[in-house]
């Protein structure tokens, strides 16, 4: 491990996020680092440090940052440029390679919006167990498994194992769930685009409670509708580093490299 990094998650009020110079690095051990080398830097990605012995991907850059109770940011920027593994930084699933990370507050990652689902048992299991892994209680998923249920419209198939649902037939299901819980800190990467343009819309509205709801929300979208739906303040991700952090507006602006 290494000595000058740390992240620490704690339950306890206020909810905040804090890091300071924070750094994510990935070594790649089965790259070719001589003909990375040749290859110069693209608009997409982030770093690779390609002099060191194994190549080592630089995903993210002195990332120095406080969110607070109440803040709503959108994180904006090309592919690759770090924004999930910012959110993955926050939640704190990775730690920091260097630098510091501190989270406090219950987080709920939505990353991906499969995740914690299990193919063999039925919609109604799943609906609890990924519930449960979001961070509510099994009390708290009883009083809400009715309303999930109905919001996905999937009447019978909820009583049928999830390997025999189709992905937009996932999709309900796991928003359903989603848009349901309590979370202190909502850590949201869009991927929601396999469900159809109704029932988006219908999401939509729930979506938004639940942001009303959260303490904290960082959303990471390449929707400007859905950031201005859901954030007031935006960060711009380049290459691993803060590049512009403020206004939603403002960001987005600079961002295509509009006028301001
Ligand atoms: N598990 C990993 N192993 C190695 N490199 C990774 C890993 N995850 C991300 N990266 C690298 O880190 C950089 C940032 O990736 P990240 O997924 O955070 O970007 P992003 O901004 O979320 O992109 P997108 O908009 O395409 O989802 C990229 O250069 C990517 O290649």
Redesign the pocket.
């Known amino acids: 491990m290494n000595v000058d990094s740390d992240s620490t998650v704690t339950t306890s009020a206020p909810v905040s996020i804090t890091t300071t110079g924070a750094c ?1 690095d ?1 070594p ?1 051990f089965d790259a070719k680092s001589r003909s990375l080398k040749k290859t110069v830097m693209g608009l ?5 440090d390609s002099a060191a012995k194994v190549p080592v ?4 850059r002195d990332i120095t940052l406080t969110l607070e109770h109440g803040a709503r940011v959108g ?1 904006v ?12 930084l926050l939640s704190g699933i990775y730690e920091p390679t260097r630098g510091h990370a501190e989270v406090r507050g219950r987080v709920a990652p939505v990353f991906d919006l499969g995740v914690g689902m299990d193919p063999e048992i039925s919609g109604l299991e799943n609906i609890m167990i990924r519930g449960l892994f979001l961070g509510m209680t099994r009390k708290q998923m009883e009083q809400r498994v009715d309303d999930i249920a109905e919001f996905t419209e999937l009447g019978d198939f909820l009583r049928m194992p999830l390997r025999t649902y189709s992905t937009g037939m996932r999709v309900r299901l796991a928003l359903g769930v989603v848009t349901s819980i309590d979370p202190e800190i909502l850590l949201l ?1 869009e991927g929601i685009g396999a469900v159809d343009a109704a029932f988006l819309e219908k999401s939509k509205q729930r979506l938004v409670e639940l942001v009303e709801r959260s303490g904290l929300l960082v959303f ?1 979208s ?1 929707s400007d509708e859905f950031l201005r739906e859901l954030c007031d303040t935006a960060i711009w ?1 380049e ?2 580093r803060i590049k512009q952090q403020g206004d939603l507006d403002e960001v987005l602006r600079a961002y295509k490299g509009l006028p301001a």
Do not use: P, W
């Open positions: 994510v990935f790649i997409v990605g982030g770093n690779i991907i630089e995903a993210l994180l920027g090309h592919n690759g440029a770090g924004k999930s593994t910012l959110l993955r990467d990471a390449h991700m290459h691993g």
